[in-house]
């Protein structure tokens, strides 16, 4: 959709802002551009729309060159909403959504009805806001106007220059949930620059971090968060960055054992069985209707006699959406070696091993040690 091929921007006076950029940004994702200040985001973004020319390299959006796009048809089809908004103060909240269709020379009705359209979409009432001037609104609320006269003509690009920052962290965080949330209605191609790694985690489906005009990593968060590509991007995560990538992980993800359980119908020596080939402390119990019921541990079994008189209440049940962050405390601090894993109406999905959890942490993180220890295998310590 866009794709940047060794892009660079020297300004004049010789300020290099930009060099040798390349990637590319998929149909309707949303590409976080992240960096420090300085280093050539926003010089990027207006690189794209053409506010401002690139020195060197090319910018193809859909296969075309964008020079060869005319510059007015090219802004027309890239939406661009950046900090603080910039709407107009003399305009109405309907005027200001209506300008890119105005320009576009689109019907009065279909432009009312796109208004109307829009401020459903970012959840405004039409009836109470549409006639506020700017003045009237909150920061929150100018921040959505300004996304949806971004949206006005409805363009399959759409570029933000930091679109949330000068908003306080807890409307910010509301109003990021509220764009994932438009987003997945309307599956436009975004390019959202940003300094604040977590809001670039949360809302990138591949995030771009750049270093004086470099682009240094490119790639999905958890590519970033498990393999940063040098120190660089390490410091820029900022301190305990292996704890934010379990904050992408879920559950569901990382579960197993889906066969493991008993119902109230087995026998003591089979589930003890079980529990051993399985290397758990307990076993999860489930009735007729796999809704579980809570565990049974090894030694009450081993004890023989009426184990499902013994079925004790699991201290907690981890949900499949529940994040690993969420999850690894419980999971540690809890007798057992491993959660089950449920459905709200109770229903047994699986469960999280401490065993497996380390095994999927070593995976992720050890990959350059393999080496190390597929050596030592061969020359076991004496
Ligand atoms: N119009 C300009 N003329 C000269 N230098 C500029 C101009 N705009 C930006 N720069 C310089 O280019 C570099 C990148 O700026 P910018 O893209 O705005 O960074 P960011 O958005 O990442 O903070 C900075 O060193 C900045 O000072
Ligand atoms: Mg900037």
Redesign the pocket.
Known sequence: MILLDDVDKV???G?K??TGVSLSIRKGEIYVLI??????????LNMINRLISATGGRILIDGVDSRQIEPTLLRRSIGYAIQETALFPHMTVRENIAVVPRLCKWEERRIAARVEELLHLIGLDPGQYADKYPAQLSGGEKQRVGVARALGADPPILLM?EPFGAIDPITRVRLQDQFLEIQEKINKTIVF?T?DIDEALKMGDHIGI?NQ?RLVQSGTPKDILSHPADAFVEVFMGTGWKMKWLKLIRVEEVMDHTDCFCTLDADGPEVARRMRRQALSSLPVVDGAHRLLGYVPLKEVQAGRDWQRRILPYAQVLGKKWTLFDSFLPLFADANNYLPVAEDKGTLLGLLTEAHLREYLGDTFMESEEGLQDAGADHPIQ
């Open positions: 300004y004049p006076g300020v802002a930009v960096g420090p200040s300085g280093c050539g985001k926003s010089t990027i220059d620059v300094h750049l005009g």
